[in-house]
């Protein structure tokens, strides 16, 4: 019997040695989305920017915000478009302000420097300049003017001039504009074939 207890002592003591030594280590979590650095491919490192200490989630919540604001001053400005004539001044002012905001929110992604180096280097020179002075005179226009045929032949040169800065920035410029719309018009016409009618 005192074989039993001592070999069932030298197992317990056995087992409590093994679980001191066992170390289980489990791996970090690892989010690369809210990292406080940016890494150094990363499409929101930017060492030149005018906030060169926001953090990557701080950049993705002004783009969000700005980008929220814009939309939200567009589908006001879109309110006006029956009365154009009448509140002409409305509509461009509501319309430029949403225009600066996706500009701003843009500029939260990239940082302020680099985008602006982007906005105004050689290829993109004409549209940004020509984007820039129809934004500047809708505002001179409709507030210092108060010319509401002025304020709205800027206010379409503003949004022809937005569309072919967008157009420029669309990878592949027009032939890539032209890839994804006969990409949407194949799948357009592919399910209205399914759908019964």
Do not use: H, W
């Not at 001592?6 to 679980?19: A, C, F, G, R, V």
């Not at 002004?62 to 006001?76: E, K």
């Not at 940004?128 to 003017?145: E, G």
């Not at 890839?179 to 074939?193: E, M, N, P, R």
């Amino acid at each position: 019997m005192s074989s039993l207890k001592s070999d069932l002592d030298e197992y317990l003591l056995l087992q409590s040695d093994q679980k001191k030594t066992f170390n289980v280590k489990l791996p970090q979590l690892k989010v690369p989305f809210f990292r406080s650095e940016p890494e150094a491919n990363s499409f929101l490192k930017d060492t030149d920017s005018c906030f060169p200490k926001l953090s990557r989630l701080q950049r993705i919540v002004g783009f969000v915000a700005c980008l929220g604001m814009g939309a939200l001053c567009m589908t006001l400005s879109t309110i006006y478009i029956p009365v154009l004539i009448l509140k002409a001044r409305k509509f461009a002012l509501l319309y430029t302000l949403g225009s600066l905001f996706f500009i701003l929110s843009f500029c939260f992604l990239s940082g302020f420097g680099s985008f602006m180096k982007q906005m105004f280097s050689k290829p993109r020179l004409l549209t940004s300049i020509s984007y820039s002075s129809c934004l500047l005179l809708t505002l001179y226009c409709a507030l210092v003017a108060k010319s509401t045929a002025f304020t709205v032949l800027f206010a379409v040169a503003q949004i022809i001039a937005l569309l072919f800065m967008i157009l420029g920035m669309v990878p592949g410029g027009a032939t890539g504009l032209k890839f994804f719309g006969q990409l949407f018009k194949s799948s357009v016409s592919a399910s209205a074939s399914v759908l019964p009618v």
